[in-house]
């Protein structure tokens, strides 16, 4: 399609958006902004452009309501788990395998990453960093390598690959306009490559430091249930229980202690069979459909287990905690993702209420195409500059405000590149996730930094060469094997 001025705006916005990022600032509004004046420009008149505004929100928010939904329900699980007591006796078997400092760091490692694969790294933060991490350091492990276990295995390598809830990668593949499946395989195996070489290197770099469990300094000034309830708002605070009450709660966290976990296995083991047995699999959303369902019963039963009758009510107040969250977290991406989507030409007729016999423009792809005679054909290149267009939408802290972009760009790339968009939208998936998740300190490490009483600067700053080695080794091999 010819370019029109429409197209020169969405480029000079889309420079704006990643220089907005550098200066660590919010993208919502001039995305916006941007949508307003594309349609504008596009449709020649004012009202066409306070329609865009809606329209793109409103495709965004359909085509992602249902990682909102996993979301939550997720979520509104582990609120009721909390609430039998049941989230804290997950955990406490493994403090007793602890036996000393290499072996808690390995036990950190793998825990933080099953679980922050399940529940997302936020909700799982608090349990980790109040019941394991305090058992690690007592058997020798240091906070800070502690901390930077925690980061890694959960913010970078379980969130960079999503596998379980897959929201990550149904954003990137929306915004690419390609099918999921192989960009959440290949960002599996892309996360494992770069979360083993950055754990391999820290360890590397601290062996020396881990010491016998009886030279730690039992002195700590945060320990379990402590730092658990007191320092983020969302954790409820104990109160006098009846005996009662008491005694359901022994009883049905131990049970539902066992049956999580094993639910969850057994997910994980029929998606990995289907997957692998020739049969259909999980595509589209099926994946998310059968862990929000389990999800979804687990918290049925783990509500009336504990609440009894008034399990009516209370179910709502888990499903409403959920949806808060999760719209807290990543509502800001509906904006981004809308103007991105505008990259396409899968949903500009939508967004831009054009007719079925008009041109459907697609104002990122187009200007690609048009400009590709002046991209170097170079797949190292190509591969190299989405992990660094990745890693620069991190900078807000986030990572998933920038997957609409790097997954626009691996589509529109991905042609003149001769690389599959399915590899490059993995890519620019690691480097937006790790950058925005593990070394920058106004990201979320901050929650761990702040459970271990750590500056968060100072945890960035480790985290800083391990992380951009493992990019770059996991980039490199994903270019020369696909």
């Known amino acids: 399609m010819e370019l029109t001025l429409a197209h020169w705006i969405y480029a000079l916005v889309t420079v704006s958006v990643i220089t907005t990022m550098l200066f660590r600032k919010g993208v919502v509004l001039p995305v916006i902004i941007g949508t307003f004046l594309v349609a504008v420009v596009y449709k020649g008149n004012l009202i066409s452009g306070f329609q865009a505004v809606f329209n793109a929100n409103l495709v965004a928010a359909k085509e992602l309501f249902s990682i909102f939904l996993i979301i939550s329900l997720m979520i509104a699980l582990l609120n ?23 072996v808690s760091y390995l036990v950190l490692m793998v825990v933080t990453y099953v679980i922050s694969l399940f529940f997302w790294p936020t909700p799982a933060v608090p349990l980790i960093c109040a019941l394991l991490v305090p058992a690690a350091v007592r058997a020798g492990l240091p906070v800070m390598t502690a901390a930077m276990v925690v980061v890694i295995a959960g913010q970078g390598m379980a969130l960079s690959s ?7 990668p149904m954003l990137s593949a929306k915004a690419a306009g390609i099918e999921k499946t192989l960009v959440t395989d290949r960002g599996l195996i892309l996360s494992l490559i770069t979360g083993f070489s950055a754990l391999g290197m820290v360890y590397f770099a601290h062996r020396k430091s881990i010491v016998k469990s009886s030279n730690v300094d039992s002195n700590m000034n945060f320990t379990g249930d402590n730092a658990f309830f007191n320092v983020a708002d969302e954790l409820a605070a104990t109160t006098e229980e009846s005996a009662v009450l008491e005694n359901r709660k022994n009883k049905w966290s131990k049970r539902f202690a066992v049956l999580v976990p094993l639910s969850m296995l057994a997910v994980m083991i029929y998606m990995f069979q289907s997957k692998f047995s020739g049969g259909a699999g999980f595509e589209g959303t099926d994946g ?3 862990v929000g369902g389990v999800a979804a019963v687990l ?6 287990a504990f609440n009894r009758i008034h399990a009516l009510d209370k179910i709502s107040d888990h499903i409403t905690e959920g949806f808060v969250f999760a719209f807290r977290a990543m509502a800001p991406v509906i904006p981004i993702a809308g103007f991105f989507f505008m990259g396409s030409g899968d949903f500009t007729p939508s967004i831009l209420s054009l007719d079925a016999e008009a041109a459907k423009p697609a104002f990122l792809f187009d200007m690609i195409q048009a400009g ?23 900078l807000d802290g986030s990572g998933f405000s920038g997957l609409p972009l790097t997954g626009a760009l691996s589509g529109a790339l991905a042609n003149g590149s001769s690389i599959d968009p399915s590899t490059m939208a993995a890519i620019g998936q690691m480097g937006a996730i790790w950058g925005g998740g593990t070394i920058v300190a106004w990201s979320s490490l901050v929650a761990v930094a702040g459970f271990l009483q750590l500056s968060p600067i100072e945890l960035a700053r480790k985290n800083f060469i391990p992380v951009l080695t493992g990019l770059f080794i996991a980039t490199l091999i994903a270019l020369l094997i696909w």
């Open 162 to 168: 999503d596998y379980i809830m897959q929201v990550a």
């Open 372 to 394: 590709q005679t002046f991209i170097p054909q170079n797949s190292f290149i190509a591969g190299f500059g989405i992990l660094i267009v990745g890693l620069i939408t991190g």
């Open 80 to 102: 009721s788990l909390r609430d039998l007591g049941a989230d804290k006796k997950l955990i406490i078997p493994i403090q007793k395998i602890m036996v000393n400092g290499h």
């Open 299 to 304: 918290l049925i039963l783990a509500t009336i």
């Open 288 to 290: 998310a459909a059968f």
